[in-house]
Every structure is written in C-alpha cells, then in structure tokens.
C-alpha cells in the first residue's frame, strides 16, 4: 500500500527568503507520480509541481522546485523568494501507475511572515 | 485555460433530501474525480471516471452516486446522507489517470 509523510503541521518563513517542505513516501510500484498542491483558505487546490519516478533531474516550475531523492523515498518541496501569498495548506501528493490511486499526505500549512 | 467549474458552492441538506453537485470542464481532459476532504485533512479519493466510465469507486457508500453524462460533465448524486457526510466535496479533472489532475472550487456541503 502507497503512504505519505509530511512530517511538518506547520512551517514559518520569513518574506523573501527560501522554504523546504518535507514530504517521504513509501511504495513498492516502480512507476509512480509525485505532485505537489497548495490549498488556500478559499479551498481549492492549486497543482504546482510533478516529478515522475523515471525523471533524472530534479522538476523546477518558476519559483517551485522538488528536491528528489529517490533512493531515500523523498520529494520535498523548495520554494524560493516566498512571498505573503504563498501563506497555504501544502499537500504532497503520490500516483501509483499500477493502480492510478492517488494518496495525499497530511499537509504543512506554511505562513509566510511579512 | 485549466478550469474547473463546480456548482453549487454551498449546499445545506437534509438526511431525507435528495440532491447534486455538479462538476464541468472544457479542457479536453478524458478523466475526472470526486474527492472528499474534512476540515484539516487532506483530500480522499472517492470516484473515478476514465473516458466517461467508472474506473476507480474506493468503497464509497451507496447513498453517493456518480454520474459521467459526458466527456465534460461529473454529477455526484447524493440521497439520504448523514451528518458525518459533511465536508467539502472536490472535483479534479485531467488530460488522461496518470498525469496531473486540475481541482475545481470545491462544493462545501453541509447535512443537518
């Protein structure tokens, strides 16, 4: 069975400055997903980022990029330059390809201070 | 465009009402989803829909009904809900099951 483990409730940056959010899974499928999304309070879940387990390099989507250690079963999340309004609920996320089943961690809600 | 329409946005129902949420996107994308989340959780799977037929249904009860009119349209049929059934009901979409998924707005429904 696929799990996601974001082991950080919540996480404080300062404005401008860079943030990593952990994020570990387990599987046992050779093929999976890994996928980043920000919640808002408004409510909706904003895609950001995704790494494919075959990917070599590291995905990079302007100011999001995802630390990926596949050896270690990690995919953390760096933002750089945060700014005020990335202040949000961050789920990493996993597909497995065998079964196209997608699992959500816990979140890290993240508060960025002016 | 990566939108992801959902109607209604608020939705307050009795555990003897029968009512719908409703999701639509123009993209062009052959699968769709309905996922519930609960306050400070983080979303669950409920249904999939691949090329307009049921593909994944992760042991949802039987008063949730999914419904795939169309390449466009998701309808998610609810009838004789419990209290514990409220919860904001997402919708997602995307091109085909193995690539990024696209979230609409979310329904925030409420059983009194």
């Known amino acids: 069975a696929q799990k996601i483990t974001q082991t950080q409730p919540g996480m404080f940056v300062q404005e401008k400055e860079a943030v990593t959010l952990d994020c570990t899974y387990d599987?046992?499928?050779?093929?999976?997903?890994l996928f980043w999304y920000k919640q808002p309070s408004s409510g909706e879940m904003i895609f950001l980022i995704y790494?494919?387990?075959?990917?070599?390099q590291n995905a990079t989507e302007g100011r999001y990029s995802l630390n990926f250690q596949k050896a270690r079963k990690s995919a953390n999340l760096v933002i750089s330059a945060s700014q005020l309004g990335d202040s949000a609920m961050y789920f990493c996320?996993?597909?497995?390809?065998?079964?196209?089943?997608?699992?959500f961690g816990a979140g890290t809600r993240l508060t960025v201070k002016p | 465009d990566t939108e992801v329409t959902q109607t209604p946005k608020h939705l307050v129902m009795g555990m003897t009402n029968k009512k719908s949420l409703k999701c639509e996107q123009h993209?062009?994308?052959?699968?769709m989803y309905w996922y519930k989340q609960k306050a400070k959780k983080p979303p669950e799977l409920m249904f999939v829909y691949s090329y307009e037929k049921l593909s994944i249904n992760e042991s949802v009860p039987s008063r949730f009904s999914p419904e795939c009119p169309n390449s466009s349209l998701l309808n998610l049929h609810l009838h004789a809900l419990q209290p514990e059934d409220s919860a904001l009901y997402l919708c997602?979409?995307?091109?085909?099951?193995?690539?990024?998924?696209?979230f609409g707005p979310g329904t925030r429904l409420t059983v009194t």
């Open positions: 993209m062009g994308h052959r699968a």
């Open positions: 996320a996993m597909r497995s390809y065998n079964n196209n089943d997608m699992r």
């Open positions: 790494q494919g387990s075959y990917d070599q």
């Open positions: 997602a979409s995307s091109q085909a099951e193995d690539y990024e998924q696209y």
């Open positions: 599987t046992s499928d050779p093929s999976y997903g």
